[in-house]
């Protein structure tokens, strides 16, 4: 079992900046990709980032490149996701997953998900 709390959502205006942090626990080891998807209302979840926790290697869907960057802390066991430039269209909850082997595009080949945390960009 792999436990992921995420943190750092909220309610900003557009142009601003936040930076969301996915805390793992439990037997974690073997679980090389990590990353982020998010569900707006109404709308399928879908790829935002990833890194792989061994070589840092990322991967970052076209609607966000350049303006999300993934990393991580091996040492907490955690990876960030910093956004900026936010835009209308970024509101979504963002959920923080994980899965063994590569990163994927789809979401139903991950293993664990978390809770997810809500950002709001107001235009």
């Known amino acids: 079992q792999v436990q992921l709390v995420e943190s750092g959502g909220g309610l900003v205006q557009a142009g601003d900046s936040l930076r969301l942090s996915c805390a793992a626990s439990?037997?974690?080891?073997?679980?090389?990709?990590m990353g982020w998807f998010r569900q707006a209302p109404g709308k399928e979840r879908e790829f935002v980032s990833t890194?792989?926790?061994?070589?840092?290697?990322?991967q970052y869907a076209d609607s966000v490149k350049g303006r999300f960057t993934i990393s991580r802390d091996s040492a907490k066991n955690t990876v960030y996701l910093q956004m900026s430039s936010l835009k209308p269209e970024d509101t979504a909850v963002y959920y923080c997953?994980?899965?063994?082997?590569?990163?994927?595009?789809?979401?139903?080949?991950?293993?664990?998900w978390g809770q997810g945390t809500q950002v709001t960009v107001s235009s």
């Open positions: 890194i792989m926790r061994s070589s840092g290697s990322t």
């Open positions: 439990g037997r974690a080891f073997g679980y090389d990709t």
């Open positions: 997953t994980t899965r063994q082997g590569g990163s994927s595009w789809f979401a139903d080949s991950y293993d664990y």
